[in-house]
Each structure stands twice: as structure tokens, then as C-alpha cells.
């Protein structure tokens, strides 16, 4: 990690570490994209020299190398790096230390292959990380409310070989900024990222809207953190609606 963090480091004494590590990883992000995100990728380097764009590619050999870790894979290097370097446990942004995860993978039971493992505030998806050591063949879904930590779980998930999805979301309401698919490239079997929007993402929750039956001059309550409206009165019929965190039968 000594050698990828001079690299990082080198570019922020100019720039500053909150905004060279972000681009960083969008950096990575679009080199993961299959070549869908050159536009973007051009769009980001521009404030950067050059000599600073050579450093940061070469930050991104690092850090494969790095996650590497002998041939096992796994290890949240950017995770490390950003509670070092940018977090320093602001807005309680401390991850999960790895061994505690590794932990909760075993006791929720994550053999497989074929199942769906999920964390709806998977900061650099470290918990899914560990899921992984147990089964990669699973289909990881991680989602949370910082774009940074979201890139972070996106290039972890990507070089690891987890096929999944990752939403930039705040999971409390329910509210959808963005999202990433990881999945084979349909040429070669080999991991890539593509963006996707919310009708597409498996994790944002479609919960289905119903009207109430009230009395002509009566004002409908909108009790609902976020905005749907509650029938006050049981409604008729069957309405099945899934999503990744639960399932609703009316």
C-alpha cells in the first residue's frame, strides 16, 4: 500500500487528497467500462498534467497489485486508504475492521453458489469482500449513500471477479442517484462495469402506490417519509411487488 498511497499523495500536494482520490477512482471506474466511459475519463483528467495522469495510472497497477494479496484476492486496500487519508472518521464513516466481517459472512450463512448477498450500506464493500471469501460465485448487491464509497465498492466488486450491482442511493428513503452493473462482457468472460438508472437497478425499491378510499372533502395524509401515499382503509385483491430487500403482499 506505501507505493500507491506516494502516488495519490503526490498528486494531492497539489490538488488535495478529497479530490484527487475521488477522480482516482472515477479514473478507474471508466477503465473498467469497456470503453463507454472514455468521454468522461477525458472529462476528469483535464485539470491534472501530465506527468500527474502517469502517476495516477500508475497508482491503478498499484493498487491491482496490491489486491492482489498472494493470489487470495479480497483485501480492501481503498478502504484502508480512504479512513487513513479522507474519512478520518468523519460522519461515521468507520468501516467495519475486516475480521468482524469475515465474522458476520460465516454466522449469516453464505455458502453457495446462487445466492443473492446483500448490504445496504456497504461503504467499500468490504462486507461483501468477505462474503466472497466464502463464495464467489454468489451475486453481491451493495448499496450506499456516499458516490465515493459506492466507486470504491464498484472497483472492488469489478477486479474481484463479483458480479452484481452497486446503487448510490440513500437506502432510508428509498432515493436513487445512480448505479453501476457488474457484469461479463459479452465478447470474453471477463468482468466490466456499466452504469445503469433506476429502472434497471435490482436494489432501489419499487413499492406500489395506492389511493385511499376517503370521504368527498377529506384531505389525504402524507404520512410517508418518502411521499407514498398509506391506505387507510384494507385494500382489495392481491399486489405482489419484489425487490432485493423485501417482498409486499397486499
Known sequence: MEKFSQNILRVADR??????FPDFLEMCVCALSAGAKEDHYLKVIKKYTKDEVYLLADACKLLVAEMDNSGEGLK??????????????????????????????????????????????????RTLLAAAKICRLNSFYGADIDRTCCLMAVINLCLNGMLGEVAWMDTLCNRFYGGWKIDLYPATPVPYVREISESESYIFMRIPVTESKLSPGRDQPDISPIGINIPLEPIKGEIKQSSLWDEWTF
Do not use: E, Y
Open 15 to 20: 490538488h488535495g487528497v478529497s479530490t484527487v
Open 76 to 125: 480492501d486496500c481503498l478502504g484502508d486508504f480512504f479512513m487513513d487519508h479522507l474519512s478520518f472518521g468523519r460522519n461515521g464513516q468507520f468501516f467495519t475492521p475486516q475480521p468482524i466481517c469475515d465474522m458476520m459472512a460465516i454466522i449469516t450463512n453464505t455458502t453457495g453458489p446462487g445466492k443473492t448477498v446483500a448490504d445496504c450500506a456497504c461503504g467499500s464493500g
